[in-house]
């Protein structure tokens, strides 16, 4: 039997992609837009030892499968396999056909991350979090773009750019937090400190940052000293639970809690709690899952060994609970996972654009990660796997007095 053969029975006839194989078989539509290319064994080989998401984005990785036209319309297009349903004859003649690829299992892919010590310690947090963010600045700016906002922008029309959405972003949060002149704001995980700039710039607020990535440390820093608002502003190379200051009025949480681990949660707002004073908000604006039966880690998925190693993501639910058992009161929840789609169509354009330098920067392994990443990733929001929700949350007083309108409004001025 050819590989093909396997492809097809796999695949079905109805996908619309093309397959060859370096046995010289051939499958599928020729002539379509998508072209998958099995150009070794050694792909084969990855892809029997780990039958899943892992094995074949080992291959993609290493060089050794190949996909030709657009990749988040390959995985589109590949999606409905998932409920493609084998006989068990089909599933016994597949095992017996590829067992011989079972004798030789490669190394993974040097790109594949490998961290040591207790999940969510401090150290082993800080070796994740390097290992995602402590790519390349340069990197991230031709990804990213002038903003170098790294979580999910807020599109107020269909039409608008990246930029005029991840500017939103950051003005929503400011809006739900009612920043005022003269508030002081606490920014766990501030990345490379756009939050931060905005909220100064515009709001008159003064803030602390912290963040696990050491160049996002610098980088945000220096852009804060360059703007001349070192007096008011700050980005620590720091993990959050060492800020020591408290009384803050406010408390940004912008693409954290997916790092944190769903056990430590209770410590996690125990110490946002502690650190606002009666009155004060929380922003918290992270990833969850849509289904809330599945587990809230996937060790040997594609994006916990490649792109957030220890990465882990809840029902939004179970963030609303965590809130509160830490006496912190919920008081709106949005669901922004059509923006997060767009957010990463726009990246996933700029990485392809910059495409030859990006793999001069980082190498082609690590660029082949990332357009794989935020071309399933696109695919995830877009079938409602998972989702991005911003919860608002307050310290009340101890009378109960919360601060918030009795109708908050949390729209741009200029969309009304």
Request: proline share 4%; with cysteine.
């Amino acid at each position: 039997m050819k590989l093909a053969d396997i492809f097809a029975m796999v695949v079905g006839p109805e996908t619309d992609v093309e397959f060859v194989a370096y046995d010289g078989s051939q499958a599928g539509h020729p002539g379509a837009d998508i072209r998958i290319d099995l150009r070794n064994p050694r792909a084969v080989s990855y892809i029997v030892a780990a039958p899943s998401q892992l094995g074949v984005a080992r291959a993609y990785v290493a060089g050794d499968l190949e996909v030709e036209g657009d990749m988040h319309t390959a995985l589109t297009r590949l999606w409905a396999v998932r409920e493609r349903k084998l006989s068990l004859s089909d599933k016994a003649t597949i095992a017996r056909e590829l067992a011989p690829f079972l004798l030789k299992r490669p190394a993974p892919p040097p790109e594949e991350a490998r961290l040591r010590g207790g999940q969510h310690s401090r150290h082993r947090d800080a070796d994740a979090i390097s290992h995602h963010y402590d790519v390349s600045n340069r990197f991230y700016e031709w990804v990213l773009g002038p903003s170098m906002a790294y979580t999910c922008a807020v599109y107020t029309t269909p039409n608008a750019t990246l930029e005029q959405a991840q500017e939103e972003k950051f003005d929503l949060v400011c809006r739900k937090l009612d920043l005022k002149p003269g508030m002081r704001v606490l920014d766990i995980g501030c990345g490379w400190g756009g939050f931060t700039l905005h909220a100064v710039k515009n709001y008159g607020v003064s803030v602390i940052g912290a963040t696990l990535s050491q160049e996002q440390a610098a980088y945000g820093q220096q852009r804060i000293e360059d703007a001349g608002l070192e007096n008011q502003a700050q980005i620590r190379f720091s993990d959050y639970r060492a800020v020591q200051e408290s009384g803050f009025d406010a408390v940004s949480s912008i693409g954290l809690t997916e790092h944190i681990g769903a056990k430590n949660y209770a410590s996690y707002f125990s110490f946002i709690n502690s650190r606002l004073k009666p009155g004060g908000r929380l922003l918290n604006h992270c990833i969850t899952r849509s289904d809330v039966k599945q587990r809230t880690q996937t060790i040997n998925g594609f994006i916990n060994r490649y792109v957030f190693p220890d990465g882990e993501l809840v029902p939004v639910g179970r963030i609303v609970s965590s809130m509160s058992d830490q006496g912190l009161e919920v008081q709106h929840v949005e669901n922004l996972r059509q923006h997060y789609a767009l957010t990463l169509r726009d990246w996933g354009r700029n990485l392809e654009a910059n495409w030859d330098d990006a793999v001069q920067e980082v190498g082609i392994g690590k660029a082949r990660v990332w357009r794989l990443y935020m071309a399933a990733s696109q695919v995830g929001f877009d079938k409602d796997v998972i989702q991005l929700h911003q919860v608002l949350a307050t310290r009340n007083e101890n009378d109960g007095t919360s601060g918030m309108p009795l109708r908050p409004r949390f729209s741009s001025p200029t969309a009304d």
